[in-house]
């Protein structure tokens, strides 16, 4: 029953990670509400940036890295919030990335609580030990987030340093949950295969000399 | 001015007075000038930039008898008022004082860590890693000798040919020199190395410490890899633009690892938190290291809001590195200090976990001993001795069911895998590929697993092979005969003897009394 709890913990927190870095995803130029950063009258994504001009918002191509078009825009080269140079937001990459892995690992997650793959010892180890490039990831993202955008980022910005700490999470109760089924593997083995250890009463020692 | 973090644009204003200017016909008066006075039709003054940013002279100036231009003395009030982003680089905290301040700070904290490095870390256990981390110090300590050496040298050169003093040419200095680039690179290696050990002695399991110990070592390997790619790649353009994104990537990789230690290092100080708290030497030991391993993370935020001087992390990279080692060595060295005297009073020994049996094979193979022992028992009626031995239940059916089937000479049924007995030795028994192959990696995978074991974890461990080595059968046999008190022998000791009186007793005396 505990283990139930421990696994459905676990997967309402990678859940929420998921959602938290899906969000940033989502954000301009794919949708027109949800922005990672703003600068001026600029909004950032990760696929691309978008300038909001009186009349409409003129968006760059979705592409992984941002292409500077300040010259179509308004004539004058325009900066990234944090002085960065275009190269850099190449970086955002990780984003993606950092979703697919977290996917991944919320499907393992999953198939520990609908199988009985949580009962295997080696398979929690295996998911544990993907749970650590899960928080590096995201924790990496958070980090380019801040290195691009810096005080400019908004809320779904602020989001990647939430979906960090939920992995966090995650990663410290699957080592947890790996321990203690090893332990009730252990102890579940000597229960099954115990044979009784016959005793002898002293009493009843005959001596033929 | 310099440019710190290389791929940050820094879009500066273009000043008039570092461009050339016409100052007319005038007479021209000083020791450059042929017999010292002479009239010149056309003069064209440059003054001293340095990328293109104005450099006041850092001599003692005169103002009544000469004076800087009209013009020098606005762009230079413009450069130093700090408005923008931008213009921050003429700001106080971009002078060459604190940088030099932020060196000497460098240079002082490395010195002395790696000093207290080489006094207190002494002993056999972790050697390895003692060694790792006083090599590593060490060179980090010569890395910034010679760099604060040839930078106030150069400051003097540039203070003598120029009569001015700039930062720019001492951080060209720091990031282009290849030597430097390559005494970090050892010496982060070396440090980082240290760190994995650090965190392997968090864990008390050996497969947990195994696993950890592979993993950073992958991981240092990887990072510093990575790192050492653009530091070192020729200046081709093109090579340049393909490397340009892993620059600062490796940094942040860099900023990830580092505060992934040091929340690792953190959680463990709250999970030990009774011994942190232990005496007021352990809590300020604790604070101090909890900030060290801190210090890097903070500098990248430092750095990025730009709230002292940009580019200020990479100043103190070996100074975070080294702390984040020596001191964090210190405190666990005295938490285990604290654990042991505490476990003294207790239960002595390190407890043994049920995973560090692989596949539970000792387990396994202690039940499958137990079993065939019970199934023998019961014929074992030793005649010659004239002993009997009459089984008590529960145990009887178990015997009775096995009676049958148990033979006295060890013969067991062929078709009965669960009947064989101990005794029983099968030769060339064909195995199918499957089994096999998966014996071979297993073999494989044990021989990796026990190098691990021998080779690495042991000496980070209690059973260290060169301690085992050093100490002469003569020395153990003098510390043995201390122990047991051997080595005073004509030392009679009387020991008294006195009851002891529990309060629960004396309350049961006076009950039974009333």
């Given at each position: 029953?505990s283990?139930?709890?421990?696994?459905?913990?676990?997967?309402?927190f990678?859940?929420?990670?998921?959602?938290?870095?899906l969000l940033?995803i989502?954000?301009?130029?794919?949708?027109?509400?949800?922005a990672?950063?703003?600068?001026y009258?600029s909004?950032y994504?990760?696929?691309g940036?978008?300038?909001?001009?009186?009349?409409?918002?003129?968006?760059?191509?979705?592409r992984?890295?941002?292409v500077?078009?300040s010259?179509?825009l308004?004539?004058?080269?325009?900066?990234?919030?944090?002085?960065?140079?275009?190269?850099?937001?190449?970086?955002?990459?990780?984003?993606p990335?950092s979703?697919a892995?977290?996917?991944l690992?919320?499907i393992?997650?999953?198939?520990?609580?609908?199988?009985?793959l949580g009962?295997?010892?080696?398979?929690?180890?295996?998911?544990?030990?993907f749970?650590l490039?899960?928080?590096l990831?995201?924790?990496?993202?958070?980090?380019v987030?801040i290195?691009?955008?810096i005080s400019?980022?908004?809320?779904?910005g602020?989001?990647?340093?939430?979906a960090?700490?939920?992995?966090?999470t995650?990663?410290?109760?699957?080592?947890?949950?790996?321990?203690?089924?090893s332990?009730?593997?252990?102890?579940?083995?000597?229960s099954?295969?115990?044979?009784?250890v016959?005793?002898?009463?002293?009493?009843?020692?005959?001596s033929?000399g | 001015?310099?440019?710190?973090?290389?791929?940050?644009?820094?879009q500066?204003?273009?000043?008039?007075?570092c461009?050339?200017q016409?100052?007319?016909?005038?007479?021209?008066?000083?020791?450059?000038?042929?017999?010292?006075?002479?009239?010149?039709?056309?003069?064209?003054f440059n003054s001293?930039c340095?990328?293109?940013?104005?450099?006041?002279?850092?001599v003692k100036?005169n103002?009544?008898?000469?004076?800087y231009?009209?013009?020098?003395?606005?762009?230079?009030q413009?450069?130093?008022?700090t408005?923008?982003?931008e213009?921050?680089?003429g700001?106080?905290?971009?002078?060459?004082?604190?940088?030099i301040?932020?060196f000497t700070?460098?240079?002082?904290m490395?010195?002395?860590l790696?000093?207290?490095?080489?006094?207190n870390?002494?002993?056999?256990?972790?050697r390895?890693?003692a060694?790792l981390?006083?090599?590593?110090?060490?060179i980090?300590?010569?890395?910034?000798?010679?760099f604060?050496t040839?930078?106030?040298?150069?400051?003097?050169?540039?203070?003598?040919?120029?009569?001015?003093?700039?930062?720019?040419?001492?951080m060209?200095?720091?990031?282009?020199?290849?030597?430097?680039?390559i005494?970090?690179?050892?010496?982060?290696?070396?440090?980082?190395?240290?760190?994995?050990?650090?965190?392997?002695?968090?864990f008390?399991?050996?497969?947990e410490?195994?696993?950890?110990?592979?993993?950073?070592?992958?991981?240092?390997?990887?990072?510093?890899?990575l790192w050492s790619?653009?530091q070192?790649?020729?200046?081709?353009?093109?090579?340049q633009?393909?490397?340009?994104?892993?620059a600062?990537?490796?940094?942040?990789?860099?900023?990830?690892?580092?505060a992934?230690?040091?929340?690792t290092i953190?959680s463990?100080?709250?999970l030990?938190?009774?011994?942190?708290?232990?005496s007021?030497?352990?809590?300020?030991l604790?604070?101090?290291t909890?900030?060290?391993?801190?210090l890097?993370?903070?500098?990248?935020?430092a750095?990025v809001?730009?709230?002292?001087?940009?580019?200020?992390?990479?100043?103190?990279n070996?100074?975070?590195?080294?702390?984040?080692?020596?001191?964090?060595?210190?405190?666990?060295?005295?938490?285990?200090?604290?654990?042991?005297?505490?476990?003294?009073?207790?239960?002595?020994?390190?407890p043994i976990?049920?995973?560090?049996?692989?596949?539970?094979?000792?387990?396994?193979?202690?039940?499958?001993?137990q079993?065939?022992?019970?199934?023998r028992?019961?014929?074992?009626?030793d005649?010659d001795?004239?002993?009997?031995?009459e089984?008590?239940?529960?145990?009887?059916?178990?015997?009775?069911?096995?009676?049958?089937?148990?033979s006295?000479?060890?013969?067991?049924?062929q078709?009965?895998t669960?009947?064989?007995?101990?005794?029983?030795?099968?030769?060339?028994q064909?195995?199918?590929?499957?089994?096999?192959?998966?014996?071979?990696?297993s073999?494989a995978?044990?021989?990796?697993?026990y190098?691990?074991?021998?080779?690495?974890l042991?000496s980070?461990g209690?059973?260290?092979?060169?301690?085992?080595k050093?100490?002469?059968?003569a020395?153990?046999?003098?510390?043995?005969?201390?122990?047991?008190?051997?080595?005073r022998?004509?030392?009679v000791?009387?020991?008294?003897?006195k009851?002891?009186?529990?309060?629960?007793?004396?309350?049961?005396d006076d009950?039974?009394?009333t």
């Amino acid at each position: 029953m505990s283990q139930l709890i421990v696994v459905s913990a676990i997967l309402l927190f990678i859940t929420v990670a998921l959602v938290f870095q899906l969000l940033p995803i989502v954000a301009v130029p794919i949708s027109k509400e949800l922005a990672l950063a703003t600068f001026y009258n600029s909004t950032y994504g990760v696929f691309g940036w978008c300038y909001i001009t009186a009349n409409d918002t003129v968006c760059t191509p979705k592409r992984i890295g941002y292409v500077d078009l300040s010259v179509d825009l308004s004539g004058q080269r325009r900066v990234l919030p944090a002085f960065m140079d275009y190269s850099v937001t190449r970086l955002l990459v990780v984003h993606p990335l950092s979703f697919a892995i977290t996917s991944l690992l919320w499907i393992m997650v999953l198939l520990i609580l609908i199988t009985s793959l949580g009962d295997s010892p080696r398979y929690l180890f295996v998911v544990a030990l993907f749970s650590l490039p899960t928080f590096l990831f995201s924790l990496l993202c958070f980090l380019v987030d801040i290195l691009i955008f810096i005080s400019h980022l908004a809320w779904p910005g602020w989001l990647m340093l939430g979906a960090t700490l939920c992995v966090a999470t995650c990663c410290s109760l699957l080592w947890n949950l790996r321990r203690s089924v090893s332990i009730k593997k252990y102890e579940a083995l000597h229960s099954e295969e115990r044979v009784e250890v016959p005793t002898y009463s002293m009493v009843h020692y005959t001596s033929n000399g | 001015m310099t440019q710190y973090t290389p791929w940050m644009v820094v879009q500066g204003e273009e000043y008039e007075s570092c461009q050339a200017q016409q100052l007319g016909s005038g007479i021209l008066i000083g020791k450059v000038v042929p017999h010292l006075v002479s009239f010149v039709g056309r003069v064209t003054f440059n003054s001293y930039c340095v990328h293109g940013y104005p450099v006041y002279n850092a001599v003692k100036f005169n103002r009544k008898l000469s004076h800087y231009p009209l013009l020098q003395e606005q762009n230079w009030q413009k450069f130093i008022s700090t408005g923008s982003q931008e213009e921050q680089n003429g700001s106080f905290p971009y002078g060459i004082y604190p940088v030099i301040l932020s060196f000497t700070a460098n240079f002082v904290m490395t010195v002395f860590l790696t000093l207290l490095s080489f006094i207190n870390i002494k002993g056999k256990r972790h050697r390895h890693a003692a060694r790792l981390l006083k090599i590593g110090s060490t060179i980090a300590s010569v890395n910034i000798v010679i760099f604060v050496t040839c930078s106030l040298k150069q400051l003097h050169n540039e203070h003598e040919e120029n009569g001015v003093t700039t930062t720019g040419g001492i951080m060209d200095l720091f990031y282009e020199r290849l030597v430097y680039s390559i005494l970090d690179l050892i010496s982060f290696f070396l440090l980082q190395l240290c760190q994995v050990m650090i965190v392997t002695r968090l864990f008390y399991r050996d497969s947990e410490k195994r696993m950890t110990f592979f993993l950073g070592v992958l991981l240092v390997l990887a990072a510093n890899i990575l790192w050492s790619i653009p530091q070192f790649a020729t200046s081709d353009e093109e090579q340049q633009d393909r490397w340009e994104i892993l620059a600062p990537f490796v940094y942040l990789l860099r900023i990830a690892v580092a505060a992934s230690y040091a929340s690792t290092i953190i959680s463990y100080g709250i999970l030990k938190r009774r011994y942190c708290l232990a005496s007021s030497q352990m809590v300020i030991l604790s604070v101090i290291t909890a900030l060290v391993v801190l210090l890097q993370p903070a500098l990248f935020l430092a750095d990025v809001s730009n709230v002292w001087l940009s580019g200020v992390g990479e100043l103190f990279n070996s100074t975070c590195y080294v702390g984040s080692t020596s001191i964090v060595w210190e405190w666990l060295e005295r938490l285990s200090v604290v654990r042991k005297k505490e476990e003294a009073q207790s239960i002595l020994g390190r407890p043994i976990y049920e995973d560090e049996q692989g596949d539970y094979r000792i387990a396994n193979y202690a039940l499958r001993v137990q079993h065939a022992l019970t199934q023998r028992t019961p014929n074992n009626t030793d005649s010659d001795n004239g002993v009997e031995l009459e089984q008590m239940s529960p145990s009887s059916q178990v015997g009775t069911s096995t009676r049958d089937t148990g033979s006295s000479c060890g013969v067991v049924p062929q078709n009965s895998t669960e009947r064989e007995s101990v005794y029983q030795v099968n030769f060339k028994q064909k195995q199918p590929f499957a089994e096999a192959a998966k014996q071979k990696v297993s073999h494989a995978c044990d021989t990796l697993l026990y190098f691990a074991d021998q080779v690495i974890l042991k000496s980070l461990g209690t059973l260290s092979m060169g301690s085992k080595k050093s100490i002469t059968s003569a020395n153990r046999e003098a510390l043995v005969r201390k122990r047991i008190g051997l080595d005073r022998p004509n030392e009679v000791y009387v020991y008294s003897t006195k009851d002891v009186n529990f309060d629960s007793d004396r309350d049961e005396d006076d009950t039974q009394s009333t």
